[in-house]
T-cell receptor
Framework: GGIITQTPKFLIGQEGQKLTLKCQQN?????MYWYRQDSGKGLRLIYY???????QKGDLSEGYDASREKKSSFSLTVTSAQKNEMAVFLC?????????????FGPGTRLTVL | GEQVEQRPPHLSVREGDSAVIICTYT??????FFWYKQEPGAGLQLLMK?????EINEGQGFTVLLNKKDKQLSLNLTAAHPGDSAVYFC??????????FGAGTRLKVIA
């Protein structure tokens, strides 16, 4: 089995601050994802990376940057935190098979902006 | 693009009762479907992966039905127990690496 690690678990930031969230997986999966989870809104895709040197925008990419440093790691940057923003950011990975591979999820990073 | 409507948003049942969650998707090209369970403070855990070629899928304590004609996917927990209390998400995809998730159903099972 494998595991997805997200750091930090809790992140408190100030309005306008640039904040970076990190994700590591040891599944040796090709594809990695970043989602934002807001209460009552399900998961919305921010960025994904099909393979090590790839980066694709999701539906919610505005206000975020992402970086796939190596196969096992995928970072997300909030470019300018919005006041009173609260959300959970979930990282996921999959083998990247176009045939509908399941995604494995990390435990999340909980962001609060003061 | 694809949209997935999930209902109900909240569901409370007594232990031993059944619980049904329904997702309606819009893209007729959706071929892969997933049900995930999320417990407090945790990520999503896969319950079942469904291909559009299979209409009935059975897991441990639950059944997943796919109605392609009505574009509906349902999760039926047959005899719920307190350990089933969690948030459940469905997801649909067409095989292009991206999946669309429903908004989630918060299930509470009362002992």
């Amino acid at each position: 089995g494998g595991i997805i690690t997200q750091t930090p678990k809790f992140l408190i930031g100030q309005e306008g601050q640039k904040l970076t969230l990190k994700c590591q997986q040891n599944f040796n999966h090709d594809t990695m994802y970043w989602y934002r989870q807001d209460s009552g809104k399900g998961l919305r895709l921010i960025y994904y990376s099909i393979t090590e040197n790839d980066l694709q925008k999701g539906d919610l990419s505005e206000g975020y940057d992402a970086s796939r440093e190596k196969k096992s790691s995928f970072s997300l940057t909030v470019t300018s935190a919005q006041k009173n923003e609260m959300a959970v950011f979930l990282c996921a990975s999959s083998i990247g098979d176009r045939g509908g591979a399941e995604q494995f999820f990390g435990p999340g990073t909980r962001l609060t902006v003061l | 693009g694809e949209q997935v409507e999930q209902r109900p948003p909240h569901l409370s049942v007594r232990e031993g009762d059944s619980a049904v969650i329904i997702c309606t998707y819009t893209d007729p090209n959706s071929y892969y479907f997933f049900w995930y369970k999320q417990e407090p403070g945790a990520g999503l855990q896969l319950l079942m992966k469904v291909f559009s070629s299979t209409e009935i899928n059975e897991g441990q304590g639950f059944t997943v039905l796919l109605n392609k004609k009505d574009k509906q996917l349902s999760l039926n927990l047959t005899a719920a127990h307190p350990g089933d209390s969690a948030v459940y998400f469905c997801a649909a995809g067409t095989g292009n690496y991206k999946y669309v998730f429903g908004a989630g159903t918060r299930l509470k099972v009362i002992a």
